[in-house]
């Protein structure tokens, strides 16, 4: 049975292979009062998003326990809003072949939530975590799932409340056109993404004082879960890591809960391997299996970029333009791909640390931070 299940994440990841170059935006925010505190969603945001609703797009309502019919998002033609575990709000625009489309979507968004917003005495934040509020003091949206999340990561890292309640980010998705070309895109996404996390760097606080560190979300995430987050396992490991071998990963990555007849089961430390060994899984079981791993770099049906601040939307515009000149690009891709043929795991680790510690300074893959950064990715922070 594992085989088949595997057989069938790899098929699912297969769907994604098209011959266009889209592009794909998440853009998460916090909404705060007018002391730039956080607004939760009993406090305002389900009221905001009903208000917002009635001019902008089609509501979505929850149908889990403890959140039935409650207001969770709206949906229009190429964007959809969303709310994360502390009522963060998250715009996803896409797919858009150009990025003054995604520019023009957004435009249209703040358009129409900004007087609400100052009507309501609230407006949007895009920074990397909470300039303010303490997660302690964030309570998360009546939402079953994220409860099990909250507690699981609690017995497994340092910093689960921090990412689901106090972090926000810019999510980029891009395609690929078949499984080569998937390969090779991981790859450089994943080995980039030390370098694309301190381009971006947006941190000044924690927790309400000023951060004692650089980077602050690569941080956090590597003290989330080591099991579903950082580089997924021996991605940079083996000479080839396609469409099989992330579905194996994920099928041995423990999903947290399951959800049965419409209601989420915790699972614990259970990989997908243990919880379905003995069963065919849905559609549906796919998709939670897939959702519930966090890597830096992560396979839908398509790749979506995560090591990035939440960035005020001008500055997510260049950074959309960098990924789209980079994986569109298949000479730059070829000579990235190239030059980090023998990065590992191991090496993007060690990137990671190198650059918080030592900043530009810093050797990455055997060379100069500079080098990476003017050869490759602009040279300076926006």
């Not at 998360?140 to 309640?165: E, Q, S």
């Not at 370098?195 to 980077?215: N, Q, R, V």
């Not at 003995?278 to 897939?290: G, N, Q, R």
């Not at 960098?322 to 298949?330: A, C, P, R, S, V």
Request: contains cysteine; glycine residues 6%.
């Amino acid at each position: 049975m594992s085989q088949k299940n595997i057989n069938a994440l790899a098929e699912y990841f297969a769907l994604g292979c098209k011959n266009e170059n889209f592009l794909g935006l998440e853009l998460e925010h916090f909404v705060v009062d007018t002391n730039g505190y956080s607004v939760s969603y009993n406090g305002g945001v389900a009221e905001l998003l009903t208000k917002l609703a009635k001019t902008y797009g089609t509501p979505v309502f929850s149908t889990a326990n403890g959140f039935d019919q409650q207001i969770i998002g709206i949906k229009r033609e190429k964007a959809e809003i969303t709310i994360e575990p502390a009522a963060q709000l998250e715009i996803s625009i896409g797919p858009c072949l150009k990025t003054a489309e995604i520019y023009n979507i957004y435009n249209e968004f703040t358009a129409t939530i900004t007087p609400i917003l100052t009507e309501m005495g609230f407006s949007l934040v895009c920074a990397n975590y909470h300039p303010k509020s303490k997660v302690d003091d964030l309570p998360l949206i009546p939402k079953n799932r994220y409860n099990l999340m909250y507690n699981h990561f609690a017995t497994v890292g340092t910093c689960g409340k921090h990412m689901m309640k106090g972090s926000a980010a810019t999510q980029l998705t891009i395609d690929y056109k078949n499984e080569n070309d998937f390969v090779q895109k991981f790859r450089i996404a994943n080995v980039l993404g030390p370098l694309l996390a301190f381009l971006f760097d947006t941190t000044t606080t924690f927790e309400g004082e000023p951060s004692f560190t650089k980077m602050l979300r690569t941080h956090i995430w590597n003290n989330v879960d080591p099991a579903r987050s950082m580089v997924a396992k021996n991605a940079l490991n083996i000479p080839r890591f396609g469409f099989h071998e992330y579905a194996e990963y994920v099928y041995n990555t423990p999903p947290i809960f399951i959800i049965a007849d419409g209601t989420e089961v915790y699972t614990g430390n259970k990989t997908a391997a243990e919880i379905f060994a003995d069963k065919t899984m849905s559609t549906e079981d796919i998709l939670h299996v897939i959702s519930m791993v966090f890597p830096d770099v992560r396979l839908k049906t398509n790749i979506e970029i995560r090591m990035v601040d939440s960035l005020p939307i001008a500055t997510a515009i260049k950074y959309a333009k960098l990924i789209k000149n980079i994986f569109y690009n298949e000479p730059k891709l070829a000579e990235l791909h190239s030059l980090t043929a023998k990065v590992t795991n191991a090496d993007v680790a060690a990137a990671k640390a190198n650059l918080m510690q030592h900043g530009t300074a810093a050797e990455v893959y055997g060379k100069p931070a500079k080098y990476w950064l003017n050869e490759f990715l602009g040279g300076t922070k926006p």
